[in-house]
């Protein structure tokens, strides 16, 4: 038996791949998390979510969503496409099952950013998932986040953070709960408990 590291490139548990689910309140970093994180682990495979919403400058659809109407939406839930789904501040979103089955049969990692019902979602569907929820350092300091970045209007902001207050009651339902305060602090706790060392052997 011995002790290794786990990179996501050399799969230790069979040929089984893995699901990672970024989760937390709107505002609260997981978007910029996420990149940094696809920077600096290239094998980690982000699966691109479907979404009514409206695409925000620089978006590109394919790339940071496919963006759907919600005609679309609705065929995809009705045909069983999507491996969980959710309404968020008025618009929907959803992850595509295919992608996601197929890349942990091939033993990818792959990695989500949901919210947090879809997260819960996924706990049903994938038990073995890590789950990591992302926590800002007060609700002051997550709304003063939310309005800076200015990405949307008032009445959406609104919605943002009234939801924000019910997920923040969810974090203790994960499986890892980590407070964004610093930004390098936050990724390096992060990657510890993905490439966490395994026992093989
Ligand atoms: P945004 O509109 O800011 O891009 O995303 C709003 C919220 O939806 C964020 O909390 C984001 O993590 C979440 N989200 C993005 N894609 C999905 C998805 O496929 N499923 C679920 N349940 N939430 C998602």
């Not at 033993?107 to 019902?117: A, D, H, K, N, Q």
């Not at 009234?162 to 390098?184: G, K, M, P, R, S």
């Amino acid at each position: 038996m011995s002790l290794v590291l786990d990179t996501g490139i050399r799969v230790m548990n069979g040929n089984k791949g893995k699901l990672i689910v970024l989760t937390g309140p709107s505002g609260v970093g997981k978007g910029t998390l996420l990149q940094s994180l696809l920077d600096r682990h290239p094998q980690l495979y982000f699966s691109i979510s479907a979404t009514t919403r409206s695409p925000r400058m620089g978006e590109v659809d394919g790339k940071n969503y496919y963006f759907v109407d919600t005609a679309q939406f609705q065929n995809m839930i009705a045909n069983h496409e999507l491996l969980e789904w959710a309404e968020y501040a008025g618009n929907f979103y959803g992850t595509p099952r295919k992608p996601v089955e197929e890349k942990i049969s091939q033993g990818r990692w792959v990695i989500l950013e949901i919210e947090v019902s879809g997260a819960r979602q996924i706990a049903q569907t994938f038990p073995e998932a890590l789950r990591i929820f992302i926590l800002p350092p007060s609700v002051e300091i997550l709304e003063q986040r939310i309005r800076n970045r200015a990405l949307d209007a008032e009445a959406a902001i609104e919605k943002r953070l009234l939801q924000a207050e019910t997920e923040i009651i969810a974090a203790q339902e994960f499986d890892v709960q980590i407070i964004n305060d610093d930004f390098t602090e936050t990724l390096e706790k992060i990657e510890a408990q993905i490439f966490a060392p395994v026992i093989v052997g």
